[in-house]
């Protein structure tokens, strides 16, 4: 039976730091605070994904208590998750998300961060999709104190006899 999986995340913008989204490093004044790269798009993503698995979600997996976890590159964190939903026994169907962002603007890096996502995630190009939208000037996106994303993720069982490593 196939499953579904929803993720939402935000990060706050802030001076001195990088803006990384799926694992693409975009060229901007501001980039997004946290305990990791703050990469709020594999964050989506890796919730959605664990919801589908009804395996938690990010912060049980990796805690920001844990300096394991201190910068890490969360694409590799995206990664981490997808090895262990195959050893699990599920393949990913789709992907779908939306990034919620007041500027810089998104398009001429869409196909550079749908590329580092879908080798991330080892699946066909054409089961990740990823939107951009803005904040209409409204709310925090609006006003680019910080971003959202959001992501739907669907799971399919292995067939049978072909177990993931
Ligand atoms: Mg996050």
């Known amino acids: 039976m196939s499953r579904t999986g929803i993720g ?23 980039g997004l605070e946290g305990h990791s790269d703050a990469d709020v798009l594999c964050h989506a993503i890796i919730d959605a994904l664990l919801g589908a698995a009804g ?22 964190l995206l ?9 699990a026994g599920w393949r990913i169907g789709n992907v779908d ?5 007041e500027r810089p603007k998104l398009g001429p890096h869409r196909q550079a961060i749908l590329t580092s996502l879908a080798e991330e995630m080892a699946v066909a190009a054409d089961r990740v999709n990823v939107k951009f939208t803005t904040g209409e000037g409204m709310g925090f996106v609006g006003r680019a104190e910080g971003v959202a994303a959001l992501a739907v993720a669907t799971l399919d069982p292995a067939p049978t006899g072909a177990s993931g490593e």
């Open 8 to 30: 939402y995340d935000v990060h706050r913008l802030q001076e001195g730091r990088r803006l990384v989204l799926g694992g693409v490093e975009i060229p901007h004044e501001r």
């Open 55 to 76: 395996s938690g979600d990010i912060g049980e997996h990796f805690p920001d208590s844990d300096d394991t976890w201190r910068g890490a590159y969360s694409l590799e």
């Open 97 to 101: 998300s939306t990034v919620i962002i």
């Open 79 to 87: 990664g981490l998750v997808c090895a262990r939903l195959s050893v």
